[in-house]
């Protein structure tokens, strides 16, 4: 391998690059999406690896009598470029072809190639169909596609990898196919194999919760054929039983990373019983800035009057985007809350539904105005629930509170530079990263958060921004609930409302400082050069 810069294959489930291409659904793709803008940026050696969605991810919308609305309609996916290139994959004992597309430079990229199923040699249904969608063996399905047909591509396009990295367990059925190729081709044993894809993979994972780790039987992945070549006593031997992806991709890897220094620490003892694993360090992500920072308002930071004015003109695009979609008209001159993420429980989206009656009457009189955005997974039931308790809010407070519907790329744009501040409540230490809060610091846009993810990095407490409370974590989730519950209607009415009413020259130092301390620190770049550095 090369002492400067390797080649890297980039495997990953979901790439967020514009709103138009629906490969992705949240935090995860975003991420991506912006990592491979910024391999084009800096002209990185890198090349991508996705899969080409025919239905992309859910569409999320309210009905007239208030239920969630879940919907796939097909993707688009305009001036994609045939490679030409087509490679095999046997699912479940029937060869499947694999078309590779190019995805165009106008999208921000150089080279990132998307994997597809939907072809006329193909007959039963479509592997590549719908992003997150289906059963498990759906879900194995797609991952041997991206994996499997993944390491094919490259080497049927003589694109040479010296590095493979992981993003997330998805892509982890790549090493499988790795270390049978090693011990066909080389003539070695699993363990000797093994060592030898170790040497050239890494591996970042991107979520503290269990649930989230995604895991797999056994039997089903063999009948699959997601095995190979190996017995079922090797498969144990990388993910144990049930197989999971993330314990497979921690012993496959030569060295793994959580995506912020707290959430190392989190990936670090969640999975200290792993026996024969990496080494799991920590990366804070980064953001693209061409896609998310205005750059009319980063050339007038250093001037508070044209700052102030900027931001005035960016949240009255933001106003009249909420009014375009959901026909409220919100006040340009009363101060604005914007939440917006998954619909998962532990990201707490309803906490300031429960921070107390002094909040609420102060929500009465019109001193603040709120607005929320974010989608569940069409399976979580936890997470509509929350959504509904959002919705009830705004009906509630019809003029004052708004819940966006259908969240995408083109709200989080809007809201993470038109908000007043960034508020995130997440359960500590749950939260990977939330690289949202970073878009809104470095528009101008204060972050009011847990010292959870990337915040406890960048957190000036009453200089760029606000904690919630501490670093401390009761025992019970229902004892942080209202804890937090508590330090959050604190930390507004005491702090950040009579600031930004009162103190408006304060207000516009803390937008300064906020832009200032993370606009290079946590930006793309930053990340990349970090991961050249520490990781590849």
Known sequence: MSSQRPNVGYFCMEYGLKTELKTYSGGLGILAGDFMKGVSDGDYPMVGIGLKWKQGYVTQTLGDEGQIIDAFPNAD??????????????????????????????????????????????????ITD??????????????MILGIGGVRFLQAANIAVDLYHFNEGHAVLAGIELICQAMKNDGCGFEEALATVKRDTVFTTHTPVFAGNEQHNIDYMMDLGAHLDLTEAQMQRLGGTPFNMTVAALRMARSANGVAQLHGVTARNMWAHITDKCDIGAITNGIHHGTWVDDTLY?????????????QALKGELIDLIAARQGVTLAKDKFLIGFARRATPYKRSNLIYQSGQALRDL?????????????????????????MDLVALAEAYP??????????????????????????????????????????????VPNVSILDGWWPEAC???????????????????????????????VLIEDVIPTYYDNRSKWIEIMQASIEDTYEPFSVKTMLDNYYKDLY
């Open 460 to 490: 000036r407490h009453g200089i760029n921004g606000w904690a919630i409370g501490d670093t401390q974590v009761p025992e019970t989730v229902e004892e942080q609930d209202t804890r937090d519950a508590e330090f959050l209607s604190q």
């Open 399 to 444: 003029d004052r509170v708004v819940f966006i519907e259908n969240y995408d790329m083109t709200i989080g744009a809007a809201m993470t530079r038109g908000a007043d501040i960034w508020l995130n409540n997440p359960r500590r230490p749950l939260e990977a990263c939330g690289t949202s809060g970073m878009k809104a610091a470095m528009n101008g």
């Open 299 to 311: 050339k007038v930071r250093k001037d508070p009057d044209a700052l102030w004015e900027r931001h």
């Open 130 to 143: 719908r992003l997150y969608g289906g059963d498990h063996i759906k879900r194995v399905q797609q991952e």
């Open 77 to 126: 996916f305009p001036d994609l470029e045939d490679t030409g290139i087509k490679v095999t994959v046997t699912v479940g004992g029937k060869d499947v072809v694999v078309k590779a597309w190019k995805v165009p430079a106008s999208a921000g990229v150089k080279d990132l190639y998307l994997l597809d199923t939907d072809l006329p040699e193909n007959d039963g249904p479509v």
């Open 363 to 387: 929500l009465a009189d019109g001193r603040y105005q709120l607005v929320f955005s974010g989608k569940a997974h069409p399976a979580d039931t936890g997470g509509k629930e929350m959504i």
